[in-house]
């Protein structure tokens, strides 16, 4: 009776949209104490979008909006996204209209510029939509930055630390205006122009997924490579009070081996290729199906739809198929 009952309860896992890698993956879900969620694509939805673009002295929003997002159209991160959408859209008119609401202090915010854009204008900006100029010598490093060469000149977009550690001047750097948006800096030839901010929803049904987790008798941990401020501003939403933030991608894999040193059984829940060692590192992994195929790879559970509400349902039901088959 004992495989038949395990089959069932993976095949209703399936149903339900739980892929279970192996049946010793459910006697880990017995034990873990402790859930490991990284922010960004987990616990937000990914899907950004540029809140402000505030550029230094002698730079104009749209410049330093173009020079990244060529760089940017070249990476698939989520924040390379909605960098090279909102440089694409018509640099023209929403830089025009930004700079309509451009503030006391320079920065201008293109979420109100989206609001204020006509019927008209938007008949214009997709006239006016260029394709974005060719990015050579792209490289990207991973939960850090990227960087390329844009019409001659050297462009790197990520990290302010990243970028004075890669020697060039940050002493001019604009700081961002949003407390809780997700902040990267744009470097040309040398010296940071300006800094774009992008921002992240909570995705629906995260604060109610993290509540089940705990009644579960898991604690939450937020993880993120992200700064401090926007992890703080994520965890009050979903409800999370433990949070390590500002962590570099390959030492996501050492905050999941800290909490098992301290004896704490650890699932751990993320969707990047940085995510992946940590994944396997965790007694156990669970991957968003919508994520990477390393991040899928490394996991023992994979939660078909992006929904973390899965994640609950699945330790229940990998649970109640253990208590079947004893
Ligand atoms: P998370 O840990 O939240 O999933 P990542 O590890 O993917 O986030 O990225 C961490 C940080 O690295 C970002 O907040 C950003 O500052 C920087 N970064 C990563 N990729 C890019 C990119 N393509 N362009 C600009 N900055 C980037
Ligand atoms: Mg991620």
Known sequence: ???????????????????????????????????????????????????????????????????????????????????????????????????????????????????????????????????????????STTGVGVSGTVHGRKVSVGRLGWLRESGLDTAAAPDPVHADATAVHVAVDGAVVGVIEVADTVKPGAADAVAELRALGLEPVLLTGDRREVADAVAAQVGITEVVAEVMPEDKVSVVADLQTRGRTVAMVGDGVNDAPALATADLGIAMGTGTDAAIEASDLTLLRGDLGLAPRAIRLSRSTLRTIK
Do not use: C, N, Y
């Open 1 to 139: 009776a004992t495989p038949t009952a395990l089959l069932a309860g993976t095949g209703r896992g399936a149903q339900l949209g739980i892929l279970v890698k192996g049946p010793e993956v459910l006697e880990a879900t017995r034990r873990v104490d402790t859930i490991v969620l990284d922010k960004t694509g987990t616990v937000t939805t990914a899907q950004m979008s540029v809140a402000a673009v505030t550029p230094g002295d002698g730079w104009t929003s749209e410049d330093v909006l173009r020079f990244a997002g060529a760089v940017e159209a070249a990476s698939e991160h989520p924040i390379a996204v909605a960098i090279a959408e909102a440089a694409r859209v018509g640099s023209v008119s929403i830089a025009r209209s930004a700079r309509a609401s451009t503030t006391g202090d320079g920065s201008s915010s293109l979420v109100e510029a989206e609001r204020s854009t006509s019927p008209l204008v938007e008949a214009e900006r997709s006239e006016d939509r260029d394709p974005l100029p060719p990015v050579h010598d792209f490289a």
